[in-house]
């Protein structure tokens, strides 16, 4: 609600003309301070794709309400395991696939684990719905006589596995160089969205869609905010100001990492820590990044999360 600017008034009109599908300039996900340097609201990545996770297991129960269509095409987590069944998958068998039967069969703990996650959002895996589609020793996937209904499951996992791999830095770090290629990389992924979404909102206005055949509001706030917000940091501190950014440590995980060093620093104690035991426990977690105990940390002994290229 503080946020006054969106990603569009620091972009360059060329690139956003390149997405006429994108809207750059409703969302607000921007403030100024009071040296008019930009203050980013950023979605974490990861919870963000766990939604997705999560919106795909929804829309195959019929007990929730959200049912997840693209077009005249179903999408939801059974489909994959229909799929993943169909090429021979929970067989104890070698697959193509890191899937697993916990990858579809997921409770409160799982929920909270990205590794299922990323196995399901995966090159493999859009290579697998591509294969079983063509494949003319499976005439049928299901109850589905016509494999074309599978196409956008397979773009969406295919957009979703280019996200991941951009963001947790898989990719390479954003340069000068890179990145308006990284820009496009990651506006190619909202287009797709973009372009179903803006499907999807015409349909619904006729009357042959409700709102639960899209991702819930704020999944789809979160995702819009993910690729803006890393598309405004090349821009802003990459592109205009010569840095090079490790998108990896564009989360929450670095914080989550040091806070938890820090509360075990003063005996675990899951209540509030006061300043003065923060500032103690802080400076203990530092030396213990210095010393290598930590692999991630947002403390003064980690890496850089922004650097520039020496001259020499």
């Not at 067989?91 to 703990?109: E, G, I, V, Y």
């Not at 929450?252 to 938890?260: A, I, L, M, Q, S």
């Given at each position: ?51 997705h996770h999560t919106s795909l297991e ?87 006589q016509n494999k074309q209904v599978f ?31 990284k820009q496009k990389d990651l506006l ?125």
């Amino acid at each position: 609600a503080s946020a006054t600017h969106s990603v569009g008034d620091f972009l360059p009109q060329e690139l956003k003309d390149a997405y006429p599908d994108i809207d750059f300039d409703r969302h607000k996900q921007i403030m100024l301070d009071v040296m008019d340097i930009p203050f980013l609201f950023l979605s974490d990545a990861m919870h963000t794709v766990k939604n997705h996770h999560t919106s795909l297991e929804k829309s195959s129960t019929s007990k929730a309400q959200r049912d997840l269509k693209f077009q005249a095409c179903p999408m939801n987590l059974k489909m994959v395991e229909t799929v993943w069944h169909a090429t021979g998958g929970g067989k104890n068998q070698m697959h193509p696939t890191k899937l697993s039967s916990l990858t579809f069969n997921r409770d409160a703990k799982s929920r909270m684990d990205c590794t299922q996650t990323c196995r399901l959002f995966s090159d493999s895996v859009a290579r697998m719905i591509k294969s079983a589609i063509n494949d003319p020793n499976i005439p049928v996937l299901g109850n589905f006589q016509n494999k074309q209904v599978f196409n956008p499951l397979m773009w969406y996992i295919h957009h979703m596995n280019n996200l991941i791999d951009i963001t947790n830095g898989r990719l390479g770090k954003y340069t000068p160089e890179n990145g308006l290629s990284k820009q496009k990389d990651l506006l190619d992924v909202l287009n797709w969205f973009s372009k179903w979404k803006k499907d999807h909102d015409s349909r619904v206005a006729n009357g042959t869609r409700t709102e639960y055949n899209f991702l819930a509001a704020i999944t789809w706030d979160c995702i819009r905010n993910l690729i803006l917000g890393h598309v405004f940091m090349i821009q802003y501190y990459s592109i205009e100001r010569g840095f090079t950014i490790d998108p990896r440590t564009l989360n929450t995980d670095p914080v989550e990492h040091h806070f938890g060093n820090c509360r075990q620093m003063v005996g675990g104690s899951t209540s509030g820590l006061t300043a003065a035991a923060f500032s103690q426990a802080d400076r203990k977690a530092n030396l213990a990044k210095l010393a290598g105990y930590n692999a991630v940390g947002n403390c003064r002994g980690a890496n850089e999360h922004f650097t520039k290229q020496k001259k020499f």
